[in-house]
């Protein structure tokens, strides 16, 4: 599977944005969805992840009620949709697919990810 994020830009500190990422391929809703972002001088770290069926998610403490994820497997896309943005959320944003047995786990570790996009920054101004 090939994915594309995209929808990233400039935000001033407590304003929004809607990350999307788009998959091509088959097979996109055999795979739960992650969100990773890599900071100025940081390592990428986990944001949150989604299961195949989009029934289940899962968040870092650090975006924990202000970032949602949600897909469409009909469209092969995963959204991240992000609220009360601070400066710290300033980093390119990575959408990633994880072709899992199941979703009753859903991974944080990044090295558990096949596939991945390229990228989008997004950057907090205060």
């Known amino acids: 599977v090939q994915l594309q994020a995209f929808g990233g830009g400039l935000v001033q500190a407590g304003g929004s944005l809607r990350l999307s990422c788009a998959a091509s391929?088959?097979?996109?809703?055999?795979?739960?969805m992650g969100w990773f972002r890599q900071g100025p001088g940081k390592e990428r770290e986990f944001v949150g992840s989604?299961?195949?069926?989009?029934?289940?998610?899962n968040y870092s403490d650090s975006v924990k009620g202000r970032f949602t994820i949600s897909r469409d497997n009909a469209k092969n896309t995963v959204h991240l949709e992000m609220n009360s943005l601070k400066p710290e959320d300033t980093a390119v944003y990575y959408c990633a697919a994880d072709w899992a047995i199941s979703s009753a786990v859903l991974a944080t570790d990044l090295r558990e990810y096949d596939y991945w996009g390229q990228g989008t920054q997004v950057t907090v101004s205060s």
């Open positions: 391929g088959r097979f996109f809703s055999r795979y739960n």
């Open positions: 989604i299961s195949r069926s989009g029934g289940r998610t």
